[in-house]
């Protein structure tokens, strides 16, 4: 299946798809751009806003119901430390990226503030398709991805403080 992404820069230098437009880490970081610009804010303290503070990546095999092994997926991304524990959902979609995890992150932290709520943003992401496990592959899949967060020292109360999303339950 061919990508719809075209790496064309547009006149701001960022990526957009073929209907023109924007990405979504692109979409909030050109409104983040957008408020930023009417606030007087030196552009160095500007850019430490805006980025990620920490980006993790990771993949880990899971056996399946039927016995195939299947590579899983998965991001966390922090956006700001500046209130700790950060706090964020975990989203179980198909179609989750790096991009989207830091992109939501980044809301999460903008959210917080707004709300004057002494915590970071965060968000993490599952790439899987919910639907397509059984209630035991789901169970399994949640349990590794927190241990590996937990072993990278990505979790823990005073450090980040995980929570549901897109794609999970109650469960």
Known sequence: MASNVQVNPDQFGKIKDQKKEARFLEQVQMFFNKAADKTGIPKDYLEMIRACD???????????????????????????????????????????????????????SFKLAI????????????????????????????????????KKGFIGPGVDCLGPDVGTNEQ
């Open 54 to 108: 920490t980006i993790i990546r990771f993949t880990f095999p899971i056996k399946r119901d039927n016995g195939e092994i299947e590579m899983i997926t998965c991001y966390r991304a922090q956006h700001k430390h500046h209130h700790l524990p950060v706090k964020g959902g975990t989203r179980y979609a198909s179609k989750i990226d790096l991009q989207e995890t830091m992109a939501l992150a980044s809301l999460m």
């Open 115 to 150: 709300a004057d709520v002494p915590f970071g943003g965060a968000k993490g992401g599952v790439q899987i398709n919910p639907p397509d496990y059984s209630k035991r592959e789901l169970e399994k899949i949640t349990r590794r991805y927190a241990m590996e967060l937990a």
